[in-house]
């Protein structure tokens, strides 16, 4: 609008004239973007995002509450004898956050034979090949204090000593990424670089591209600490994400100026007007992408709330950045920006736009044939829940990345434990009750064993020979706690009904009895997110579509564009589908809101440039002809990017979810830059005049120089 012009215009004047001081401002506010960064807690449990008010959460904070207990882990001792096994227990027992340790020794009266206890009692815990400790910490799974209990356990304990459990998994999962963090965003910035220097018409301007860039990606992880925290997820590809998507901003503002300076222009006046003319541009295509960054804050599961936050706030930080600090910069180093450009790589890309006008009928068959498979691939995504295959990257995590993993077989191999629940329950429950309600757990198919004070104890002994102890363990003043072993994986769907059944029990006989642990936890999340999922890419794609409408002022031209990236949305995780690759829960919305929201861009930049030309007199095919061949450039240069930021990452990345996450997004971005540059001009050859009629100054235009 003029209003739009007038004011941009005005802040190209302003910036131009006080570019020394916007770097001067720009360099200082590092130092307290640095310090929020190195300040921002990471969180890596992701069934901490869960609604607080869910019963498994209500339970979990109870058991805190109550018990003081939080995280626990079960640690398996291979082929030790018991004196070297009391030896590691007392250890255990030094260590800072670790409230109680639990083992045969513990469960047993040392004035009581040890043949009086129930035999289950005894196979749980000791067998001939291997014994079983469990440790309870006095703060929650992924709490600070729990995951460095998990690191002394691990140095106090011998080789044949192996720490299972959630926390032991999520202090792995730290390590692994601290090591990785900073590689990711180098490997992304190398990659980036070679393609911006080979693509763009500079060598310089792509490192000064990324300069302004990394500046806005530290503004953004720096102001997180207004969070306290964010997700390993966010923190892992916050950076590249932000690296991938904003890069259009800084070679739309570099085509404007050199069209500017090509022309004759003076510096200042050309990048005034760069500015100028950037701002314009990248509003609509910037909303669209923080749109779709913003509809994964819908998801009850929290932590698309925190992904969508800071990725929306990162494209904002990077439209600033790009007006003004990249502006500045150019300005500073425009001597030797002169000297070093080149003739760019792309070919004139005239003769393909025309190739695709004049067949633009194949090309909307095209569409159609593969939309079905598309849809098909999509629908048959695989996608999991299982924390094991979430982490493990194609080849596989090794015993010293993720020495928890051994661990977890080991713990199924000796003892046949796949997971443990845990059951709070009322302290007043009677004993008849409660042995009646152990026992029907007990024939839940997969229930290994159930160990509560009436397991303990059985029918041979009174509770007064309950050890303190252990007393101390499982009861409080208002509640017990049992814990249930099960043979099964988390997120099956054995698992799954098993938790159903010991449900059911529970509440026949203790209706306000909760059953919590990472099995039923990862239950909840498995009902939240199908839901989830469904309402983030309809708010997302009713979103895009309005801004697109207000945008473009078209009826029609939303729903071609919406349509044209839905479809590569599809082809993209629906080549998933057909391969069988396994996805963890949160990638197919992440990808879809992700793809959406930030190649859109692409279909934008071509729609605005039909609609100009168009408006202009010319007839339709010169009208998607000039649109096509004009946008091509600048979207290929812009997918490259994109692919290049991510790519690496994802061939690079050890962390199964961070490196299908980038893949995809890579691939993606190939798909949609494919999927607009050969099918979009043909969406708008076939539909030109529904557009006209249904596009704000444009409906007296078809007739008047439709020419083919």
């Known amino acids: 609008t003029e209003f739009e012009g007038s004011y941009s215009m005005k802040l190209g004047e302003k910036v131009v004239k006080h570019r020394t001081l916007i770097l001067l401002i720009s360099l200082f506010l590092l130092i307290p973007a640095t310090i929020g960064y190195l ?42 004898s018991k004196k070297d096994v009391a030896g590691v227990v007392s250890e255990y027992k030094k260590i800072k956050h670790v409230d109680s340790v639990l083992d045969l020794n513990k469960v047993i009266n040392p004035s009581v034979p ?51 459990g959630m926390t032991a998994c999520i202090q792995d999962l730290k390590s692994l990424c601290e090591g990785e963090e900073l590689k ?17 018409d500079s060598y310089v301007a792509p490192v000064i591209f990324l300069l302004c860039i990394g500046m806005a990606i530290l503004y953004n992880m720096g102001s997180n600490i207004f969070f306290g925290e964010i997700s390993y997820i966010t923190q892992a590809i916050a950076a590249v994400l932000q690296l991938g998507v904003t890069m259009d901003y800084s070679i739309f503002l570099w085509h404007s100026y050199m069209e500017n300076l090509d022309e004759g222009e003076d510096d200042e006046l050309a990048m005034s007007q760069a500015v100028n003319d950037t701002l314009v541009s990248v509003t609509g295509s910037s909303i669209t992408t923080v749109a779709g960054f913003l509809a994964l804050c819908f998801m009850t ?45 792309i070919p004139d890309t005239h003769n393909l736009a025309k190739g695709l006008t004049s067949r633009y009928g194949l090309y909307i068959i095209i569409f159609l044939l593969l939309a079905g498979p598309a849809i098909y691939g999509y629908e048959k ?25 051994e661990a977890n077989k080991k713990l199924e191999e000796h003892f046949h434990i796949g997971t443990t629940h845990m059951i709070i329950a009322d302290a007043e429950l009677s004993g008849e009750k409660g042995s009646a309600m152990t026992k029907d757990i007990e024939k839940v198919p997969g229930v290994k064993n159930v160990l509560g004070a009436d397991a303990f104890l059985g029918s041979a002994l009174p509770k007064e020979l309950l050890p303190n102890e252990i007393k101390n363990l499982l009861l409080s003043d208002k509640h017990q706690m049992i814990m249930v072993n099960s043979e099964y994986k988390v997120s099956t769907s054995k698992c799954n009904s098993q938790i159903d059944e010991i449900n059911k029990i529970t509440e026949k006989y203790d209706k306000s009895a909760k059953v919590i642990g990472e099995g039923p936890a990862m239950k909840d999340l498995i009902n939240l997110t199908g839901n989830d999922f ?27 564009l919406v349509a044209v990236i839905e479809f590569a949305i599809y082809v993209n995780l629906g080549i998933s589908g057909y391969t069988g690759l396994e996805l963890a829960f949160i990638v197919p919305v992440c990808i879809s809101t992700i793809q959406l929201g930030s190649t859109v861009d692409y279909a934008i930049l071509t729609s605005t440039r039909y609609k100009t030309e168009r408006m202009g007199g ?17 979207i290929i240069t812009s997918a490259a990017g994109f692919f290049t930021a991510t790519f690496g990452v994802g061939l690079y990345s050890d962390v199964g979810v961070i490196s299908t996450i980038c893949i995809l997004m890579a691939r993606g971005a190939l798909i949609s830059m494919a999927t607009v540059i050969l099918i979009l001009p043909a969406m708008l050859m076939a539909f030109d005049k529904i557009i006209c009629k249904t596009t704000l100054g444009m409906g007296d235009l078809y007739g008047k120089s439709e020419g083919i």
């Open 301 to 345: 599961y929290t932590m698309g709330l925190d992904l969508g936050i800071v990725m929306a706030k990162g494209v904002i930080l990077g439209v600033i950045s790009s007006v003004t600090i990249l502006p500045s910069m150019l300005l500073f180093f425009r001597k030797i920006l002169k000297k070093t450009r080149h003739k760019t790589l």
């Open 184 to 200: 990711y965003v180098v490997i992304a910035v190398i990659l980036s670089l070679l393609a911006m220097m080979v693509l763009l």
């Open 114 to 164: 040890r043949s009086m206890y129930p035999e289950l009692i005894r196979k749980h815990f000791d067998n001939k090949k291997a014994s079983m400790i469990v440790v309870f910490f006095n703060t929650s799974t992924s709490d600070s204090g729990s995951l460095e209990a998990i690191k002394e356990i691990r140095s106090v304990s011998t080789k044949n000593c192996y720490v299972s």
């Open 618 to 634: 010319s007839n339709k095919r010169n009208a998607i002809i000039t649109a096509a061949a004009t946008s091509m450039p600048s």
């Open 534 to 560: 469904k309402v983030v890419n309809i708010i997302s794609i009713i979103a895009v579509f309005f801004i697109i409408m207000f945008v473009l002022k078209s009826v029609t031209l939303p729903i071609i």
């Open 381 to 405: 995504n695989n996608v999991v829940y299982d924390f094991e295959k979430i982490l493990n990257g194609r080849q596989g995590l090794s015993v010293h990345q993720a020495p928890f993993l």
């Open 39 to 80: 300040s921002t807690g990471i969180n890596y449990d992701m069934l901490s995002y869960l609604p607080k008010d869910m019963e498994t959460m209500k339970g979990q904070d109870l058991l805190l509450k109550e018990f003081g207990k939080g995280g626990f882990s079960i640690v398996v001792t291979e082929n030790m």
